[in-house]
């Protein structure tokens, strides 16, 4: 388990949270399957509830506003030092803004944006709130990726806006490049089949994924497909009771254990 009290280098993503029509229902679901204590904030956060590990956040989970019918899905969001020159940069590239630059108290700014294929992604300038203080663990948030239905679009948006550098790792079924920053591996963008929209999607530390996958189920979510091996560990794709989807991974023999690991 590592413990981070910086503010992530621009252009990493440094939280993710959930919108979804039922909170106290996402956060038993998320509380039982990865250990999470959720504080609810109050009024004036609209309620909005920080999951914590050891008393760190690593999530935030919030209540959609009443007649809003917005989809409920795991956003993540990039670390930036100025929120409103990135704002223009996206919009300059191709991309818009969909929810405008605000105030969240005293924790930092916001806005949340939409890549030229429709990816939805939010942007986080770091005020008393840094994002996600803890990773290598059980709970924490393993990986982010950006799945797109247009990648010849998406790739040049990203390194335009953040500076990303590629590193393919594409074969001949799948089309997949990880994303640099100084040469470090910080997400991914991959080619989404044409039936799925373009999204972003986060990835979830577990100690087995089967077993976690079990719990998935007896909590009321869903288990897509079967567990795979990968180089970068054992992977499996669920939904949530409200039908959220996001990944649960788990060392292997192939990835080995994050530095700091501990279950």
Not at 155 to 182: C, M, R
Request: aromatic content about 12%.
């Amino acid at each position: 388990m590592v413990f981070r009290d910086e503010r992530w280098p621009e252009g990493t993503p440094g939280w993710v949270d959930l919108m979804v029509p039922d909170q106290a229902k996402a956060i038993a679901f998320y509380g039982s399957l990865f250990g999470w204590d959720v504080q609810r904030g109050g009024e004036d956060t609209g309620f909005y509830g920080m999951a914590e590990l050891r008393g760190r956040p690593v999530a935030g989970i919030g209540q959609t506003p009443p007649g809003q019918d917005i989809p409920a899905f795991w956003t993540t969001y990039l670390a930036v030092s100025d929120v409103d020159r990135t704002a223009a940069a996206i919009t300059e590239a191709g991309g818009q803004i969909v929810v405008p630059v605000m105030e969240v108290l005293k924790e930092g700014r916001m806005a949340v944006a939409e890549d030229p294929a429709g990816a939805v992604f939010g942007l986080w300038e770091a005020g008393h709130h840094i994002g996600t203080q803890v990773t290598a663990a059980p709970g924490t948030v393993a990986w982010n990726e950006c799945m797109s239905r247009d990648f010849a679009a998406a790739k040049p948006f990203y390194e335009e806006v953040f500076g990303y550098g590629f590193q393919d790792i594409s074969s001949d079924s799948f089309t997949y490049a990880v994303l640099l920053l100084d040469g470090r591996p910080i997400g991914g963008l991959g080619a989404a089949p044409p039936e799925v929209p373009s999204h972003w999607s986060a990835y979830f530390w577990v100690a087995d994924v089967e077993a976690s996958a079990a719990r998935v189920a007896e909590l009321g979510g869903a288990v897509e497909g079967k567990p795979f091996d990968s180089p970068y560990g054992r992977q499996l794709r669920v939904t949530d009771d409200q039908g959220v989807p996001f990944v649960l991974i788990a060392p292997n023999e192939q990835s080995g254990e994050p530095e700091g690991w501990e279950v």
